[in-house]
């Protein structure tokens, strides 16, 4: 079964300048993630889709940061504009179970490492 | 109080000795629980998901206390290959099966294995 892939793997940029990360989740699975992870901490939630719908984008910096998943299956994250502090992995999850509180394992992505010069 | 809290270590242990993690979580609604593991530049991956009535799997236990509102993990006879950062999982709380219910991932524990 083939994972979850995301592309580029490496992206330098200047600040002010925008990027756009893609993420093809593992076949079949409904519930999509983005997550930062910026070195030294845990993974950040950015938002959440189910199938092409958004569930929780409550922490996604809506002045840069925008996302979409219009056939329900792949997606992406733009930064428009860049700041230094967007620098970090971004990781695309995908799951295939989401019931009333209860989620399945999460697949991540090898992600996508941003540096803003 | 933070989301999930972790103790960030490093966790410094001869191979073979038995190491304890904990994790805190302030919101007593969440009823998904794991422990990732993510080695260094790679993605995190399950390690094993925490149920109340406690769970093992080979030499790692992980308890939970709804009570507390407090994770653990054991890792028993540590070899080098389990040298990683240890990252304690919790959902939000919406359970209505429709609300945000994506996962909160602490800082993660780093654990290095000395021969």
């Known amino acids: 079964e083939a994972g979850v892939a995301q592309s580029p793997r490496y992206k330098i940029i200047e600040k002010r300048q925008s990027v756009a990360f893609w993420c093809n989740p593992i076949?079949?699975?409904?519930?999509l993630y983005w997550y930062q992870q910026i070195l030294g901490q845990g993974p950040k939630l950015l938002i959440q889709?189910?199938?092409?719908?958004?569930?929780?984008d409550s922490q996604l910096p809506k002045d840069r940061f925008s996302a979409e998943r219009l056939k329900g299956v792949d997606s992406t994250l733009k930064i428009q504009p860049a700041k230094l502090e967007d620098s970090a992995v971004y990781l695309c999850a995908s799951s295939s179970f989401r019931d009333r509180g209860l989620i399945g394992e999460l697949f991540f992505g090898e992600g996508s490492r941003l540096t803003v010069l | 109080r933070k989301e999930v809290e972790q103790d960030p270590g490093p966790f410094n242990v001869p191979e073979g000795a038995t190491v304890a993690f904990n994790c805190t979580y302030s919101?007593?609604?969440?009823?998904?629980f794991f422990w990732y593991r993510q080695d260094c530049r790679k993605e995190p991956k399950l390690l094993m998901s925490?149920?109340?009535s406690g769970n093992e799997d080979g030499r790692f236990t992980a308890q939970l206390n709804r009570a507390s509102q407090y994770i653990s993990l054991l890792i028993r006879d540590s070899k080098l290959s389990d040298s990683a950062t240890y990252l304690c999982v919790v959902n939000k709380t919406d359970v209505s099966g429709g609300g945000a219910d994506g996962l909160t991932f602490g800082k993660g524990t780093h654990l290095i294995i000395q021969p």
């Open positions: 889709f189910q199938n092409n719908g958004v569930v929780d």
């Open positions: 076949s079949g699975h409904a519930t």
């Open positions: 919101n007593s609604a969440s009823q998904s």
């Open positions: 925490v149920y109340s």
